[in-house]
Structure formats: C-alpha cells, structure tokens
C-alpha cells in the first residue's frame, strides 16, 4: 500500500513539474477573458468595468517564473515526500 502511495506521489510530483508552461498560458487566456470583459462591460456596468480591469492587471503582474519556481518547489516537496514514503515502505 505505501509502495502505491510513493508511486502517486513521484507521478503527481513530475505532473506538477512539468505544468508550468499549461498554467501560465491558463493564466493568460484568463487576462484575455477579463480584459475582454472588462471591455463589454465599460457601457454598462462602470464598477463592474473597474472591478474586471483590476483583476487584468493583478494577472498582468504575475510574472512567468513566479509560476515557474511556485511548480517547480511544489514538485519537487512532492517527489520529496514520495521518496519518504518509499523509505519507510521498506
């Protein structure tokens, strides 16, 4: 049982690690949404407007290796926790 638990967690670990580049272009497809809606709503909703251009530019602020390094370290804790699993599976 412990052996399929390290074995999750070293596949769950390279998944994270190699994600970086599908995250950040979620996050960028979302700014284009926010902007998009940001746009529409400028006739309608003024607050709403403002509210989507903040949230454009809070995504606009996230750097790529920001992304990079936050998947990185967590794959890695991951594949960390997948060799203790293993040692103590023995």
Same mark, same amino acid.
């Not at 074995?7 to 994600?19: D, H, N, P, Q, R």
């Not at 700014?31 to 949230?55: C, M, P």
């Not at 990079?68 to 599976?89: E, R």
């Given at each position: ?51 989507? !251009?903040?949230?454009?530019?809070? %995504?606009?602020? +996230?750097?790529?290796? #920001?992304?990079? @390094? !936050?998947?990185?370290?967590?794959? %890695?804790?991951? +594949?960390?926790?997948? #060799?203790?699993? @293993?040692?103590?599976?023995?």
């Amino acid at each position: 049982m412990s052996f399929t638990i390290a074995m999750l967690l070293f596949a769950f670990g390279l998944l994270v690690v190699a994600s970086p580049r599908i995250l950040f272009h979620k996050l960028e497809v979302k700014k284009s949404d926010t902007a998009n809606h940001s746009r529409a709503s400028k006739n309608s909703d003024r607050g709403e407007s403002i509210l989507f !251009f903040i949230e454009t530019k809070a %995504l606009d602020s +996230i750097p790529w290796w #920001v992304v990079t @390094l !936050f998947c990185v370290l967590t794959g %890695l804790f991951l +594949i960390a926790l997948g #060799v203790i699993a @293993l040692v103590f599976s023995y």
